[in-house]
């Protein structure tokens, strides 16, 4: 039997499935995401929110004590873009939970003891400009307009030209010290990508710390040329490099206990199978609770690739996209939730979030809601109807103690 919660998330079931991988594919700031964050405004505005779009295309839905006062406000929210071929849940089961969460706080009580808001944040994955969490790191100074205005998507799209189609004046992007001083929490429900909750038999868990993580682009650069014509020894072929620098992403995270490496993403141009490569990309991410790790990994790994373009004759080029170092939730806030869900456990993630990001600026926390795969960043990400409502409860629940 269905619930309300997952009434809400069946609504955006059609919105940005992708035929080719599966799953969905939700671009920030591409026509599927906002088709989404219409939705939420429309559903936002139906329970009579006040509903306003940032300078950085944050979405905040207000419910405002009678005074009308929005200092010391509680916020809970997430995003709704997606990775390529993502799951349903990562993100709009966090945008979703807040809508019923607000619904069971509003069915106890007329007006919020502080001003509530529900937030929804463009570009979380970072997937189509290459910058996780684009929006929270413009609003909290993590990421400078001008590098936000220099980025550009797969097909040359601009942001730019990307935030003008959403509605988003990209002149006007940037730091919202003053919005952000008057925030008293924010607490980011999302589903478990892991297996955790399963494991302990349990719904909702309260969120600890993020690992520290970071993503890197290498272009290398090398000799196109005709596959059949030119001898093996005359070859400057960025593909066998790339090759190399897959092997050492993986074998250094491998030799590193904790460590993640992973490399989803590559490119051959011009991409002809009887054309040896003139140029071939790939993108890695990197992962370990110290952040140290994560730099020596990426200083281990740099090394190989560039002795591999040396032994090739091929040029390389590396740029950071993004890190974040490790984050841990504020410890009151933290303790808030835990007392007010005294049956949840405390788990970390490996995951990045919004509330990662923002957690440098105002106190933020996190509830996970089980998924049994523990899958996430692909079709089989999930949670049943039952867990999805018990989540919703729980947020209404953090909530309420966090506004008393
Ligand atoms: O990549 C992450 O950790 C998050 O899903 N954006
Ligand atoms: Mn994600
Ligand atoms: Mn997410």
Not at 84 to 93: H, K, T, V
Request: aromatic share 4%.
């Amino acid at each position: 039997m269905s619930t309300p919660t997952a009434d809400l998330l069946a609504e955006l079931a059609e919105i940005g499935r992708d035929p080719v991988r599966g799953g969905y594919s939700r671009p920030g700031l591409g026509e599927a995401e906002r088709e989404l964050r219409s939705w939420f405004i429309e559903q936002a505005t139906r329970r009579g929110l006040e509903v306003e779009l940032d300078r950085n295309g944050i979405v905040w839905a207000w419910w405002l004590p009678a005074s009308g006062d929005r200092a010391g406000a509680v916020i809970t929210g997430s995003h709704l873009d997606s990775v390529p071929g993502g799951g349903a849940y990562d993100g709009p089961l966090g945008v979703v939970s807040a809508l019923r969460a607000f619904d069971l706080l509003r069915e106890a009580n007329e007006f919020p003891a502080r001003p509530l808001a529900l937030v929804v944040f463009p570009e979380e994955e970072g997937s189509r400009f290459g910058v996780p969490c684009l929006g929270s790191r413009l609003a909290s100074g993590a990421l400078t307009p001008e590098r936000a205005r220099s980025l550009a998507d797969a097909d040359g799209v601009t942001f730019p030209d990307a935030a003008r189609a959403a509605g988003i004046d990209p002149d006007a992007i940037g730091p919202d010290p003053e919005r952000f001083a008057d925030i008293h929490a924010f607490v980011e429900l999302h589903v478990e990508q892991g297996r955790g909750l399963e494991d302990l038999g349990q719904p909702v868990a309260v969120g600890s710390s993020i690992l520290a993580h970071g993503r890197w682009h290498v272009a290398i650069r090398g000799r196109g040329d005709h596959a059949g014509t030119t001898r093996m020894q005359d070859r400057q072929d960025p593909v066998v490099v790339l090759a190399d620098a897959i092997l050492a992403v993986r074998e250094a995270a491998e030799q590193t206990p904790e460590a993640r490496g992973t490399v989803g993403r590559l490119r051959a141009l011009p991409g002809g199978t009887n054309v040896i490569a003139s140029q071939s990309d790939l993108w890695f991410d990197l992962r370990h609770r110290d952040e140290s790790v994560v730099r020596q990994l990426l200083e281990q790994i740099t090394e190989r690739i560039r002795a591999s373009g040396e032994r090739e004759g091929c040029a390389v080029e590396l740029q950071e996209e993004s890190f974040s170092g490790e984050v841990r939730f504020d410890a009151d806030l933290r303790a808030q939730l835990e007392a007010a869900l005294p049956d949840a456990p405390v788990l970390d993630t490996g995951a990045g979030h919004d509330a990662g990001v923002l957690a440098g600026v105002i106190p933020t926390g996190m509830l996970y809601v089980r998924n049994p795969s523990g899958t996430s960043h692909a079709p089989d990400e999930g949670t049943s109807d039952d867990d999805a409502e018990v989540g919703s409860v729980a947020l209404a629940t953090g909530l309420e103690a966090l506004m008393r």
